[in-house]
């Protein structure tokens, strides 16, 4: 099998999707640097920052091939090696995780910022779920600093989606989401993503204009208000209301 950066793979050859884990990985990665290496300025029309999953294992975090995780962030994952790699191939690689900064906001009532998933979002399976998440795909590579990287990318998606300024310190992470669930045939949309969770506590009056089409009704609920909607929220979201209920009072949070 041919798996070098000599080979000539083009920006429409098709990835393909094997068996074998390792010899997966090699390909998407071969994939990736041979388009580099044709033309390092190349930019991808939708980047992602990614981690495979080999990577993230030997960085202290294991992720199952079936099943919902909230992980702790041991120190070790922030060395994490990343790369920024097209977001269209990722989309059918469960191997290679998109790290995805998942912003929890918090009021002076301890009450929850819910929107509704709009149209417009990049995540089409998503559409019309209720969320407890601001943030998404990061597109630009780490310079080293994985934690601040991340965090800055979260103030940035929170700017846009919800017109909040806020600096670095505010943006308080907590777990790593992990939904290994399967969706029928098809690649599920938590397969591909690894959220990082945080929280950042704010007043009301700090939220300003939404990102239309993007961020829809958005309100402030209660935990347990939040929790008798259960079944209508996406997935991570669900995992951390469960895991809100298991603090008490989300200002119990490790901060």
């Avoid at 990665?29 to 993230?56: E, G, Q, W």
């Avoid at 939220?207 to 259960?230: H, P, Q, T």
């Amino acid at each position: 099998m041919k798996n070098s950066e000599d080979s000539a793979i083009s920006s429409e050859s098709p990835v393909l999707i094997i068996s074998d884990i390792t010899t997966e990985i090699a390909i998407c990665h071969s994939y990736f640097k041979a388009l580099k290496k044709k033309d390092p300025t190349m930019k991808f029309a939708k980047p992602a920052l990614t981690a495979t999953r080999i990577n993230l294992a030997a960085c202290g975090v294991p992720l199952r091939s079936h099943g919902l995780d909230v992980l702790p962030i041991p120190d070790s994952f922030w060395p994490v090696p990343t790369e920024v790699s097209d977001r269209a191939v990722c989309e059918t690689q469960p191997h290679i995780q998109q790290l995805i900064p998942y912003v929890t906001l918090i009021n002076e009532h301890n009450q929850l910022f819910v929107y509704g998933r709009g149209e417009k979002g990049g995540e089409k399976r998503l559409v019309g779920k209720l969320s407890l998440g601001l943030g998404g795909h990061v597109d630009t590579e780490c310079g080293g600093d994985l934690k601040e990287h991340l965090a800055l990318e979260a103030l940035r998606e929170l700017k846009e989606e919800a017109s909040l300024t806020l600096s670095k310190e505010d943006i308080l992470f907590q777990a790593l989401l992990s939904d290994q669930m399967p969706d029928g045939n098809a690649v599920s949309a938590g397969s591909v993503h690894l959220g990082i969770w945080c929280v950042a506590f704010v007043t009301s009056s700090d939220i300003g204009k939404l990102e239309a089409g993007i961020i829809n009704d958005g309100d402030w609920l209660s935990l347990d208000v939040a929790a008798g909607m259960f079944d209508s929220f996406e997935t991570w979201s669900q995992m951390i209301i469960r895991e809100l209920q298991d603090f008490g009072d989300s200002r119990n949070l490790l901060v």
